[in-house]
């Protein structure tokens, strides 16, 4: 409960209090439900519906720290959208961050979750470094439906990655969505002379060497910083560039710091930046967000 309600006073109530006086704002015994008062921005609408929540009994008895998921933060992110969806309404795009902070999840399927939050059936995306094709399938699946299909373009500098990739889509992908995907022998850092001319709304890398393949060839910060400037040179408003680090391998932790300082860089009245890691295993894969508004 305590920290259901400091979420609510900190990001709640200025929400709803914004272009108003504080105090026309009621604060009741259950607290922060405020009396009828004009509430214009989309967060107002995102924050009403966090309250309905919190006060319905769902919320009043569960609300320990893993209850207040992602999906609020992402929505908060994304302005609310004008959304008047309850939390109940929206449970297929919660993103738990449980599974992160309780049970180590991978974090990869970390990163997925928050892909749903920003990709749309008919999407432009970048699987920039797509390996053995695992990240190209996912992103593959959100923007490719039955009604609408949308683009995927997967880059990689090896033969034996792009062959590894195609084979898994030919074997995990109707005809039609297997002809939305795109794949190039190409650096990361090129991608913008590819999709220079395209609305692009997500740009994933999963850098570090190819799993099970030679560990010599592999990402490096120099060429990361310059795919990282590209990205965000073609990205879209309302877009997310993606990255997945490791820091085992040699150069592992210089390209790591690489990408964060970028992601400092970038005006925050442009971006939403933050990265998520566990802080006592050194050697795990380090997550980065960097969320154009």
């Known amino acids: 409960?305590?920290?259901?309600?400091?979420?609510?006073?900190?990001?709640?109530?200025?929400?709803?209090?914004?272009?108003?006086?504080?105090?026309?704002?009621g604060f009741g015994k259950l607290g922060l439900m405020p009396r009828a008062s004009p509430c214009p921005h989309p967060r107002a609408t995102l924050a009403r519906s966090i309250i309905t929540w919190w006060r319905s009994p769902a919320g009043r008895f569960n609300c320990s720290p893993q209850s207040l998921r992602l999906d609020i933060i992402m929505r908060a992110l994304s302005n609310g959208a004008g959304t008047t969806e309850t939390w109940h309404e929206s449970k297929e795009h919660v993103v738990d961050l449980t599974e992160f902070a309780l049970e180590g999840a991978k974090i990869t399927s970390v990163a997925h979750g928050v892909w749903k939050r920003v990709v749309k059936p008919g999407d432009t995306v970048v699987d920039a470094t797509c390996g053995n094709g695992h990240d190209t399938l996912v992103l593959t699946n959100m923007v490719c439906i039955p009604e609408v299909l949308g683009s995927v373009y997967a880059l990689d500098v090896q033969e034996d990655a792009l062959a590894n990739t195609s084979y898994l889509l030919d074997h995990k992908l109707d005809e039609l969505q297997r002809k939305q995907v795109h794949l190039l022998q190409l650096c990361h850092s090129q991608l913008e002379k590819v999709v220079s001319n395209l609305p692009v709304r997500l740009v994933a890398f999963n850098l570090g060497y190819l799993p099970g393949g030679d560990k010599q060839l592999k990402t490096g910060a120099e060429t990361t910083l310059r795919a990282l400037k590209a990205a965000s040179n073609v990205l879209q408003a309302g877009g997310l560039i993606s990255v997945v680090a490791y820091t085992g391998h040699p150069g592992g932790l210089e390209e790591y710091e690489t990408v964060k300082q970028f992601g400092a860089s970038l005006p925050s009245e442009a971006w939403i930046c933050s990265h998520h890691e566990w802080i006592n295993r050194p050697l795990s894969a380090r997550l980065v967000f960097l969320l154009k508004r």
């Open 1 to 25: 409960m305590t920290t259901a309600r400091a979420f609510i006073s900190s990001w709640v109530v200025p929400q709803l209090s914004s272009g108003s006086k504080r105090n026309n704002l």
